[in-house]
């Protein structure tokens, strides 16, 4: 499969997740291996030649050539983007790709292919699509590319829909949760608030919020204090972070309260604004990888911990998040590559395995710091793991309307 590299989105500073844009490109290069990918500069560039491409067609590659690795140097000569497949003949499948090439730019279109008829399509920002002639390879390749069959982004609409019901369904469950909550900061009982903030804020990581899918609801109801310039003590910090931050050092209830409060205003406000935003099609897979991702880095990394050492609660939830999301693009993965949906169902439910078995039989959990080392090496390994399967996701569904 070809690569893609996705646009990330514009994070907020209140997010905490500056590194995200550097996670992605970490993904795409991880998943490179599978693909037919550009090789780096000052690599000397297998048969293939130059290829000049606009608007009125896609260059003249050569009528033969060997199996094997072979690259095109693509020059866009036109004034608009394109972007550049590898395709069988009647566009079936497809082999490599170069996603977003600029006007006046060259860069290399490289892959490994058996002998047997191929093409080069071009497909312009402006609307044309254009098919070289045929290409015949002579021989056989023992690590070729296999083929893709190129997805619709109508393929993801009934996957997106599912995601949306699963979270509108979720929504009243997170604003009963919020709203005990700040009825217990209200009569004054803390204790009762300390253990109630767990159950609503593992409400709200189930929903998979991943790629600013909320809006700025994300910030408000689960921003983290890092990125913020005066971290826990800067004012307007809100959302389940700022609360466990108070109620686990020494805030009064007098001072909880308008953290409770606002709470309770997100997560009604986000009830009502769900409708009205969008959620892409090409972001979903990315949440699928997403979620796990941050929690590596802001659970197990130790960063999301504000006194309530629910490290390993929430990083459950977040298991069962990505399973939510996983669920809804299953039937389109299972179609492109049922191995890796097995794999990643696999790996899941022993991942989940994994963490629930540290659970007490009382239903509490202990804190990351009780761990051994040995025992959150594992757990860092095993996400790790987790993870690299998940990668394939944003790469495998993402839309190729005209390949």
């Not at 909320?214 to 204090?225: E, I, R, T, V």
Request: proline share 7%; glycine share 10%.
């Amino acid at each position: 499969m070809p690569e893609r590299t996705p646009s990330p989105p514009t994070a907020s500073p209140r997010s905490g997740r500056r590194l995200r844009a550097a996670l992605l490109g970490v993904l795409v290069l991880g998943t490179a291996t599978l693909l037919g990918s550009a090789l780096a500069d000052g690599q000397a560039h297998p048969p293939g030649g130059k290829l000049a491409v606009d608007t009125t067609g896609c260059g003249a590659p050569p009528a033969t050539l060997p199996a094997g690795r072979l690259s095109f140097d693509v020059t866009n000569n036109s004034k608009v983007f394109v972007t550049v497949y590898v395709i069988s003949p009647d566009g079936t499948l497809a082999y490599a790709e170069i996603p977003w090439l600029g006007p006046g730019r060259t860069l290399p279109l490289d892959t490994t292919l058996n002998g047997g008829q191929y093409a080069v399509r071009c497909v312009f920002s402006s609307g044309p699509v254009a098919t070289s002639s045929a290409i015949r390879l002579d021989g056989t390749a023992a690590d070729a590319v296999a083929g893709y069959r190129p997805m619709s982004d109508k393929e993801l609409t009934g996957p997106v829909n599912a995601y949306r019901a699963y979270v509108t369904a979720a929504l009243p469950k997170l604003l009963a949760a919020a709203r005990t909550l700040d009825a217990d900061v209200a009569r004054g009982d803390l204790n009762a608030a300390r253990a109630d903030w767990l159950p609503a804020h593992l409400d709200y990581e189930r929903l998979g919020a991943a790629y600013n899918s909320f809006g700025d609801y994300d910030d408000a109801l689960n921003g983290m204090a890092n990125g913020l310039p005066q971290g826990v003590d800067t004012p307007g910090w809100t959302g389940f972070f700022a609360l466990e931050h108070a109620l686990w050092h020494g805030w009064t209830a007098e001072q909880v309260r308008p953290l409770s409060q606002q709470l309770v205003t997100d997560a009604s406000g986000l009830i009502d604004d769900f409708p009205s935003e969008d959620t892409d099609p090409g972001n979903l897979p990315l949440r699928a990888h997403e979620i796990l991702e941050n929690a590596l880095q802001f659970q197990l990394g130790g960063i999301a911990d504000y006194g309530s050492d629910s490290t390993l609660a929430t990083l459950d939830a977040n298991i069962q998040g990505t399973q939510e999301v996983l669920g809804t693009i299953a039937p389109v993965v299972q179609e492109l590559d049922a191995d890796l949906l097995g794999r990643l169902n696999g790996q899941l439910a022993a991942y989940q395995s994994e963490v629930a078995g540290y659970r007490a039989a009382d239903g509490s959990w202990p804190a990351l710091s009780r761990l051994g080392t040995a025992q959150r090496q594992r757990l860092n390994a095993d996400l790790g793991g987790l993870l690299e399967q998940l990668a394939a996701l944003p790469n495998l569904l993402t839309p190729r309307n005209h390949a």
